[in-house]
């Protein structure tokens, strides 16, 4: 293996855009602002930019860590010297998703006309104003156009979206353990999470900011749902069985199962700890559900990617069954059908829709080879 | 990445390739192959293999290759009908679990169809059999019976039958001892003297 190294120290910055934007939903923001990160040098070409899009609680902190923090981001193992994407490399990019809560403006920001908290106000954004909006971003840093967009889950469907929908801004489309659209499965899963939410006495119809309280139970409750849906039957198994936190049954409602306390672990932890705004987590799960590109073409994913130039790299992940690998099969074909330019890797990992953050020598390796490869042809290019 | 030399029987299956063909290639391992054929036949195409390192090879070679099993039928599920001038599947005939079927679907996405394969009838392993009274292990055979991959072995003449029951033409054959050369005396008993055989078969019109 290359020997690695860490990118450090970190500093987030903001990108105010006073343009307006106007959304899917037919409502237009007049403003607003994008938190991002970049790591690494744009080139004096301007051809080795990435773009990550990051998933569904995840923000625009993917690697490095910050000034007197332990914690790194949330894609450390994978970007960074000589990682899979190498920042000696590539100059990279990420910004936190409109409505999202960390820096970019969402339902916990004040909106400008009313001088009040956006609160349930807030438009609901979709993966076409995300990928606008980071088009924008993408202007603001001069970058002419990106050498690779990549990402994860949700994440992978921004990549989609931005290769349909600025096919000469994206050279290389790399979309992990994704899917093309949601299953009626996958939104009743999102239904579920919504309505622990929204059920929740503090949510105060979304006004909860206002009334200077937030819907932890909910939030918490919504995230232990979505946690199970990141994991395996396999690796709860191999991880938890069906230890006892004592040992033995008390024939109680306690938490007794060691894979109980896990989950009532990850949920405080999304509501407290990280303190993820409810009105994002909504607006996420409903980009989630709208996402569907292949609506606006007849319903077929083919047509929907033929104006689609970039080259493909299609990953999976055989126990995820959030997004299985069949999900990744209906890329690969319509892409196919394209005579695109496409690998496809399925992945071995028992991690379940996780695996996409965890190490495995595969994923890196066929990641690693890809990211080279990319790095190669604009080196090629230049003549160096 | 092409610093390997192309295999003997690489060279002979690039020269059935036209220029600007459309190529799948079935169990491209590294992706040699197809990276050899883009670059002296300018072809287009891709390339399916099971195994994860061969993979990542094929990718750092800039191939495109899709991660399939070829036992599972995708072939079909991921291609039209004729979406490819020529199906190459060298070695691998013997090692899936239906090679009937493969034929089918090899021959349903693909004009023409390039299998090669060992030759279970060569003399050899005729007489480790007879004498041995074992089967053959040799350098071209070389796993024991309870640990092989190659599960459907024939002779070329099981092949050709196959092929003559399917309505298959065989177009071309080259048959091969082991260090992918020709003898003269192949071409009386090719069954019997022959390792390897490469056949050109396509749907009878």
Known sequence: ??????????????LHVSTPLEMVSGVTLPEYDLMYETYGNLNADKTNAILICHALSGNHHV???????????????????????DTNHFFVVCSNNLGGCHGSTGPASINPLTGKVYGPDFPIATCKDWVHSQNTLRQH????SWAAVIGGSMGGMQVLQWAIDFPDLIHHAIVI???????AQNIAFNEVARRAIMTDPEFHDGHFIEAGTTPKKGLALARMLGHLTYLSDDMM?????????EGKLNYNFDVEFQVESYLRYQGEKFATKQNFDANTYLLMTKALDYFDPAADFDNDLSKALAKATAKFLIISFTTDWRFSPERSHEIVK??????????????DSQHGHDAFLLPNSHYEGVFRAYMNRIYNDFCRQRGE | MTSTPLSPEFKLIAEWIHSK??????????????DYLIQNRSITGYGMEIDPQKNIKAVQRGINVIQSNLNSHDICDYFDEDSFDFVIMTQALQVVSRPDLLLDEMLAVGKQSIITFPNFGHWRNRAQLFFGGRMPQNKSLPNPWYNTPNIHLCTFNDFEDLCEEKN????ARTVVNSRHEPTFAMRFAPNWLGEIALYRVQRKS
């Open chain 1, 334 to 347: 319509a892409l196919l059908d394209n005579d695109a330019d496409i690998s496809y890797a399925e992945v």
């Open chain 2, 21 to 34: 063909s459309r190529v799948l290639d079935l169990g491209c391992g590294d992706g040699q192959l197809l």
């Open chain 1, 1 to 14: 293996m290359p020997m690695t190294d860490e990118i450090g120290i970190v500093t987030p910055q903001k």
């Open chain 2, 168 to 171: 298959i033409e065989v177009v």
């Open chain 1, 141 to 144: 840093l001069e970058i002419d």
């Open chain 1, 177 to 183: 353990a994704s899917a093309p659209k949601l299953s």
């Open chain 1, 63 to 85: 690697a490095g860590q910050y000034e007197g923090e332990t914690a790194k981001g949330w894609w450390n193992g994978y970007i960074g010297p000589g990682k899979p994407i």
């Open chain 1, 237 to 245: 198994g191999s991880k938890f069985g069906r230890e006892l936190r």
